[in-house]
């Protein structure tokens, strides 16, 4: 079976059971971006697969299926009863043997050198504390979220994105309350399963915290839904 990346996130993706919209909108990226990388028309830059092996709980070699070249290792030799190839097929062969294993290395190297970089683009690590308030009003609810971060962002663009299924996203950006790092929004969304995260932008880049999951929530049961915290700093 040719098991291409863009199976992987479409398989990872549905598993999590989110729609292209739904995890293009937790990127940051638009559902025809989402659907390119699963056709293997384009593939996800450096941040995106970072925040993909997040999003889905795997690291960045499970996602990437990328192996660690063997080390010290000749390849066996084994007798041969076939005729032997001409000198110039032979040496044709040798070379794309060492040039494949040069470039397993490589990206064997830059794999580990994205898995480093999850800990210094972790959007989990810069919040400190959220709380979040939740009124029905009839088919929709407000939402007021409150977000602490624990460094300062500055040039970074703070907002709340709430997610639900079937659901166009809805995001708006966070008001800064003070210069202690405490950022706040209120919007209105529909009174269904939800989830709450927090979006940082950093020129072009992106990262998308989710904060919190509702389930059980709809109009006819707005006060025993639950919540599922999703932030592990």
């Given amino acids: 079976m040719n098991d291409t990346l863009g199976r992987r996130i479409q398989m990872y993706r549905t598993a999590q059971g989110l729609s292209q919209e739904a995890l293009g909108a937790r990127l940051g990226v638009s559902r025809q971006a989402v659907s390119k990388w699963e056709a ?119 907002s709340v994105l709430l997610t639900g299924n079937g659901i166009p996203a809805k995001e708006i950006p966070a008001q800064q309350e003070n210069e202690s790092g405490a950022y706040s929004a209120k919007l209105s969304y529909r009174c269904t399963p939800v989830t709450i995260s927090a979006v940082f932008r950093e020129g072009d880049k992106v990262y998308t915290q989710p904060l919190v999951k509702l389930t059980n929530l709809s109009p006819e049961n707005n006060i025993d839904w639950s919540a599922e915290d999703l932030l592990q700093p």
Avoid at 141 to 158: F, I, K
């Fill in 40 to 158: 293997d028309g384009a593939v996800p830059d450096t941040d995106k697969l970072i925040a993909l092996s997040r999003l889905f709980g795997i690291s960045l070699n499970d996602l990437l299926q990328v192996e660690e070249p063997a080390q010290d290792r000749e390849p066996e030799q084994k007798p041969c009863k076939r005729p032997r190839l001409p000198l110039l097929v032979s040496l044709l062969l040798a070379v794309a043997l060492i040039v494949t294993g040069l470039y397993a290395g490589q990206l064997h190297r830059r794999v580990k050198e994205l898995e480093k970089l999850i800990a210094a683009s972790d959007p989990a690590s810069l919040i400190s504390y959220y709380d979040y308030t939740l009124e029905p009003m009839g088919e929709d609810a407000v939402y007021s979220v409150r977000l602490t971060a624990n460094r300062p962002l500055d040039g970074m663009e703070v």
